[in-house]
């Protein structure tokens, strides 16, 4: 069965509206012992004001094991935080979907709980849920949020008579190892690899003239970019004539960078970044 982008939206619109309308205990999602977080759906609409619509809402989330200590800025005593055990501050992501083709807006910041890839655990865990009690009837049985490569550029590569090299950047997780816990890691106690980025260089070999086999250099670029999130890549080589010896990837996890106020709670309030979601709605091309 084949579903167009606004029949998938309208299947994810049920979803959500049957998370929110569960009771508080059985919406929330917790990671594991190693990545401990917390998240809920706390609310959906559909926008239907301007063209394209789309729907929006927010997660709200916490992570645990942050229970920092206090430090006295004069004498240097460390004293407790004051909250329990169980307790953390709550931290509101705001996002969107837009039906006619699939954009997914996230709201992010510093330490960001509801990544995106949190979010498809969160919603397929309730697809799983719904479908097996015949309260969700849908094909659909994985939902994931891929970064989309700049229109055009894996055909690009067939511009290189010989490609020489290729490198790619992505983001990839935190590396704990299991006997680490979030106090050690607070203390700067890890073992383990903190890792932020990563930059993946391949070079053809030298005296080779034919270069990097460009139909695995496309399958592995895809590969990367469907597991990780990419910031940039590039590739170089010896272009047919007419062409440039340099390609970079652009357009990929687009980012937009706003200064918006602060509600009483030191949250940005959701008016106003509901008003910038709306803004990369309805100004953003089509994806497809």
């Excluded at 309260?135 to 949020?145: A, M, N, Y």
């Excluded at 932020?196 to 970019?225: M, P, Y």
């Excluded at 469907?226 to 170089?236: A, F, M, R, T, V």
Aim: proline fraction near 2%; glycine fraction near 6%; charged fraction near 25%.
């Amino acid at each position: 069965m084949h579903l167009d982008c606004k029949s998938i939206g309208q299947i994810i619109y049920q979803l959500l509206k049957k998370i929110i309308n569960l009771p508080v205990d059985k919406k929330i999602y917790t990671g594991d012992k190693n990545d401990n977080w917390t998240m809920a759906l706390e609310k959906c609409e559909l926008n239907r004001t301007n063209n394209p619509s789309y729907i929006r809402g927010y997660f709200s989330c916490s992570k645990d094991g942050f229970h920092t200590q206090l430090l006295d800025n004069k004498t240097f005593e460390r004293t407790p935080n004051p909250k329990g055990l169980t307790q953390n501050e709550i931290m509101r992501t705001a996002f969107s979907f837009r039906l006619k083709d699939g954009l997914f807006t996230l709201g992010e910041y510093k330490d960001n709980i509801a990544t995106a890839k949190r979010i498809a655990t969160y919603l397929n865990s309730f697809i799983k849920k719904f479908v097996e009690s015949e309260e969700l009837q849908t094909d659909i049985t994985r939902i994931s949020f891929i970064h989309c490569i700049s229109e055009g550029f894996l055909d690009k590569i067939n511009s290189f008579d010989r490609l020489n090299s290729a490198s790619i950047t992505m983001e990839v997780p935190q590396l704990i190892e299991e006997n680490e816990d979030s106090f050690s890691t607070l203390n700067h106690e890890t073992s383990g690899a903190n890792i932020g980025t990563v930059t993946i260089v391949l070079k053809r070999k030298r005296g080779d003239s034919a270069g990097l086999n460009i139909s695995k250099i496309k399958q592995w670029i895809t590969k990367l970019t469907d597991l990780y999130n990419p910031i940039k890549g590039e590739l170089k080589g010896c272009p047919h004539v007419g062409n440039t010896n340099k390609l970079t990837i652009n357009g990929v996890n687009k980012c937009f960078k706003y200064s918006l106020k602060l509600g009483t709670d030191g949250d940005v309030l959701l008016s106003e970044l509901y008003d910038k979601i709306e803004q990369i709605n309805e100004n953003c091309e089509s994806i497809f």
